[in-house]
């Protein structure tokens, strides 16, 4: 079902068929052998292969991810490199502009790093912990719903709203994370929520 | 997307207007240019500039920003008025034969029931004359003064080609070639996609230029054919999907709408929605609406929601006006809003009115920005000089930004325009800090959730129910989260017989098989099936066509019921043969629909039965008339944007949409025509998505800075050089950039007038690695849509002048 799995197996095979004995096996005389005992592996046989959809435009292009652990870095799992997936029906393995420096976006200068606060009235921001974020905007949240949510309306009819807060959606996030999206803001009671869609 | 991108390739013709795919879908695109080698198919671009897609474009006309009604009706006209129908694909499966009431009238711009007050209409008159039998009364001879097709020759007789060529400054023999060529598809032989996008949503009347391109796909017969369709090419890449899940101020998933506060009981929500058949023998689909909205409710609430609390009705949040994104910012403008959680959403680059959208987040008490990359909504607080002149000292907001993960760390599906729903495996560790949206989100709740337990408060008992039964409720999966929008069997399932259908706990294979009694639930009807007994089809990568039309039936899984074309049981002719040998797709054959696709409704009723293709009407068939379901009118009527340049040729009491909302406040902002003569166009360049790619490294060097593009005419007459800095201003606010002296853009003659219009692109803002300009939408007018309330991004008035001095 997923090919994925032996695109891998294929790249591994090759990759590991350089190494030099099996060489011969194959069919390579022994002069041949001797220089690809010296040629290093593909590069892509030590990474780990992933399909994904390309994250800007609607036609969601396949695309095949490249990762490889980097040892600078405690060993997290980094992307090396991004290509169009061949085997999508709609996109064949090309990606546009966009997607093609697509590696670019996820390496950007201006991802953001860390939780990051700004005070009232502060000109910068500062870095904070999760704990700290998230226990401050649970509380704001919190005091601002308790303050202005609306169980009943004039008329006495049961609405249990939150109004004075919002939410706007972002569209590429996937199913799963608007689904969550969608429970955490309603269940809260939120009117004001919004995406894309619209605009 | 009627159709999917790989069923391009079976065209005839391909009319692109309000998009530009060579550009915004490149990769799409591709289709287009399969159809063109392969079969030989036509393309035409119909756009205010002679953009990519117009340059390898069979036939190109040009037309003035906002002029698209009056174009597309001048079309509608030619195909009535020269007999160019399909004709017995208008009469079986439209509602041309139906006969509307007698109350209603159209004068002058107007149909019966305005109220100039209210900006609104009472759409009473616009409904069918219903029989004794409780159906609506057709004339199948399309003869009957009062059956829509005899009001739709009239209404659109105003829209000659001298009418066109006045309002829109399109030449008539390009307006009269489009339709020529529209017209060679109306036969059932040949086929013609239309592919369109923002430029056509982007008005105060864009919901109406959709339905007058799908008038005119109908009338050729062109709806539920392979090679045909409406296709809406999109935006994002989940914005089908989260269209689909509904995170929408007034929206349920799966197009069931939120209560409102005038349906206080389960049963008055659903009274108002289960619509019965208006002919004899149709599905009318919607009268499942309680099946699905109860089976939502089990999967929100589930084991809390019961038969006797109405399955949690009660706890959910009821509407008392829609907060659309305009009213959402027009209710920050105001000071009623203290909090804005941003997710993936740039909101100062992407509302209309930035200055409008500065003021009300400055008066927010917290904004919560989620977003793998910093946005420029996330600084709206920070001075940026000229492109976001703002004190932070008076900006009393608390801001948080949050590191999200990026699209490769982390798994999930999302749906593409085709409405195909695809997986994508996690590829890489999240960077640096950064969570998912999902575990951001779940650790949020689950605190305030703690906070109520221990402190309690207001609202307690809607938040407590909610349902969280997950494995991990700190991150819950993907997976788990897909089952819960697919839906299972909550007890073992049994037919009318007796027989046992599903067993309790089962995942369901389809929304056929949801009921209405709290016995199943699944968050979202029209997805089911893609998680069903069988595994994830979301995961299926099977890239096999054997019928070679691209349909790829094994790949993913579209919605509804994997169904890649939708309507199809309209490619066949009323007995169910093909129309054509060449257009052959869903047909009978003796004992069941049968072809490459999943048939619209049951496989094995027969023809006889004139079960229609458009199963969510209750008539079954689609409309030409849109009843009362449209706030602007049951046809589509050429109104002006709400700037522009001339009075309405065709209706001159008349200039904006008049049933479009106006906030009071802001009544003053729109600028006249004396003042600001030129109509801005905005749009998007290959090289850049949005307002994402800015932060991009090697798309900030691809283009690297905001330009506008005017024709040679308009620079000769104001004294302004290519590459030379101008400023561009409307009555909202200015921006500045280099000039771009183009043969792309042409001044037009509208009602003897010379108009001039300038294309701005909308990529670029004062956050990212591309040279800082102010956010285009500093000069875009906040009025939306009648319908959708999108805004008029898309035709507005501004002026410019060379800005002399040196240039950086």
Redesign the interface.
Known sequence: ????VSRRHFMKLAGAGAAGSTLTALGFGEAEAHLAAHVRPFRLAQT???????????????MM???APNKENGG????TH?E?DS??????G?????????I????????????????????K?EQVS?DF??????????D???A??I?R?K?G??????????????????????????????????????????? | MTNS??DIKNTDVVWIMGGNAAE?????F?WVTEAKHNRGAKLMVVDPRFTRSAAVADHYAPIRAGSDIAFLSGVVNYLVSNDKIHKEYVRHYTNASFLVKPEYGFSEGLFTGYDESKRSYDRSSWEYEIGFDGYAVRDMTLQHPRCVFQLMKKHFSQYTPEMVSRVCGTPEDKFLKVCEWVASTANGERAMTIMYALGWT?HSHGAQNIRTAAMIQLLCGNIGIPGGGVNA?????????????????ASI?GYLA?PT?SE?TLESHLAKRTFTPLQPNQTSYWQNYPKFFVSFLKS?YGDKATPENSFGY???????VA???LR?FE??FQG??????????N?VM??AHKNKSIVGLSKL??L?SM????TDT?RF???HGEFNDVD?????????????T?????????????R???W??????P????????AI?????L??RK??EE?G???VE??MS?NWSYENPLE?T?DE??R??NGKALVDLRDAEGNLVRTAGSQLASFGEMRADGSTDG??WI?TGVYGPNGNYS?????S?PSGL?V?GN?GFSWPANRRIQYNRASADPDGRPWSEAKKYMYWDGQRWTGPDVPDYVATTPPEKATGPFIMNPEGVSRLWVRGLMADGPFPVHYEPFESPVVNPVFPKIKGNPAARVFATDTEVFGKAEEFPIVATTYRL????HY??K?????AV?QPEFFVEISEELAKEKGIKHGGMVKVWSNRGSVKGKAVVTKRLKPLTIDGKTVHQVGLPLNFGF???TKKAAPINTLTPPVGDAN????E?KAFLVDIEPIVGPVA
Request: charged fraction near 25%; proline fraction near 6%.
């Open positions: 079902m997923n090919i994925e780990r292969e992933a399909r994904t959809t390309c994250p800007y435009c609607a036609v969601c292009c396949g991810v490249f990762a997290k799992l980094e992307v991004i169009g085997d999508n029906p709609v996109n064949r090309t990606l546009c502009p966009k997607g093609a420096a697509a670019d976006y996820i390496r950007s200068k201006t991802r953001v790093k860390h939780p990051m606060y700004r005070k009232p009235g502060s000109d921001f999760w974020a998230m226990e401050r905007i649970a509380r704001l949240m919190k601002d719903r308790d202005n949510f169980e309306n008329d009819i049961t609405v249990n709203r939150w109004p004075t807060t919002a939410f706007l959606s972002g569209s590429s996030l996937t199913n799963e994370g608007g689904w969550m999206t969608y429970k955490v803001a309603r269940g809260l009671g939120m009117l004001q929520l919004e995406n894309q869609a619209r605009i | 991108w790989t915004a879908h490149p990769c799409g591709k982007q090419l999109r935006g994002h890449s989940n914005v089908q999907g989260i269209t689909d899940v509904g995170t929408l101020t998933p939120l506060d206080p929100f009660d706890w959910l949040p009821k509407l008392d907060y659309d994104c959402m209710t920050m009623k809003t203290n909090g804005l959680l941003c997710q993936g959403f909101p992407s509302i008490k917290f919560v977003d793998p990359i910093e996330a607080w920070e001075n932070p000292a008076k900006i009393q907001t608390e801001v948080f930004m949050l590191p999200v990026s699209f490769v760390e982390e798994e999930g599906s999302l749906t593409n325009s085709s195909c729903i695809q994508k495996w996690r590829a890489a560790d960077y640096y800090e950064s969570r998912t949206d999902i989100l779940s650790e949020l709740f605190r305030i906070l109520y402190e408060g207001m609202g809607p938040l909610l819950p993907a989260l897909l819960e929008i968050a979202m997805y995961q299926r990568r099977d890239n066509d691209g790829y790949w290959v090289e850049h998505f994402w790619t932060a991009v490294h090697m798309n691809m956050i990212g690695e959708a309330q999108t805004p991004f």
